[in-house]
């Protein structure tokens, strides 16, 4: 965990604890349907943490879920995330999430306006 500090014009950052990956049981994201930053991770106790952000809070889980797969190898349980979200194959996958969540829901919308307009026999 680093701590943010601004001293004047000068930005600083202090590591504030340090976590071993291989100590990582799983990572909670509380609310896999809501835009929420906070998510916990469960060492040998449970860490509550906040995040920028929710894109955030998935680029992280999903860098840990990354690291554990190329070095690890071990069951790393990543609950109360949405999958899309998670997965790099995906196509809503990207640094720039706003976008891509505003596609997803024209996408969405203009199946419901098709769906809306065909007659119904």
Do not use: Q
Request: charged content about 30%.
């Amino acid at each position: 965990v680093v701590k943010h500090l601004r001293v004047d014009r000068e930005e600083k950052y202090e590591i504030v604890e340090k976590w071993f990956l291989k100590d990582l049981d799983m990572i909670d994201g509380k609310e896999a349907d809501t835009d929420n930053p906070y998510f916990d991770m469960h060492f040998h106790k449970v860490y509550s943490l906040e995040a920028y952000s929710c894109a955030s809070k998935y680029t992280f889980a999903r860098t840990l879920n990354k690291l554990n797969e190329m070095y690890l190898k071990k069951d790393l349980k990543i609950v109360n995330f949405d999958d899309t979200y998670l997965n790099d194959d995906s196509i809503w996958s990207s640094n720039n999430r706003d976008c891509l969540v505003l596609m997803r829901i024209c996408f969405y919308a203009s199946n419901l306006l098709c769906l809306s307009l065909c007659p119904l026999s």
